[in-house]
């Protein structure tokens, strides 16, 4: 990499790491490997976000992200998990649709779909 690359790459750096070229150089590389490495932190970070968002809209209505997933890929349901995490906050009907799907394919999911029962409410009818 010759001096006026460097030096465009170094443009906005603190200090001598902007205009002195030995540090520029230095500086640059490491900005590179840093950029380099978190392009692959970005698509992690990116997904677990996005089960995150999955997760918290299943258990509002009584299933558990595996036990979601898995009747998915049973019904062969093949939305992406980005796909999913954008219905679960814009779309709780569709996602609750989806929901009930993936329920009647999983048995895993029944148990925790009937809600609590409340035993006070059946004396006073």
Not at 8 to 35: D, T
């Amino acid at each position: 990499m010759n001096k006026k690359e460097v030096f465009k790459l170094a443009k906005g750096f603190r200090g001598r790491a902007k205009n002195c070229i030995r540090i520029a150089r230095e500086r640059v590389e490491k900005a590179l490997q840093y950029s380099y490495r978190d392009r692959r932190n970005k698509k992690r970070d990116m997904r677990s976000l996005w089960i995150e968002r999955i997760n918290a809209g299943t258990r509002m209505h009584g299933v558990n992200y595996g036990n979601f997933m898995h009747g998915l890929v049973k019904e062969n349901i093949q939305l992406n998990r980005k796909v999913l995490s954008e219905m679960s906050m814009h779309e709780p009907y569709s996602f609750k649709a989806l929901v009930d799907v993936s329920r009647t394919a999983f048995p895993g999911n029944k148990n925790m779909a009937s809600a609590p029962k409340k035993e006070g409410l059946s004396i006073l009818v």
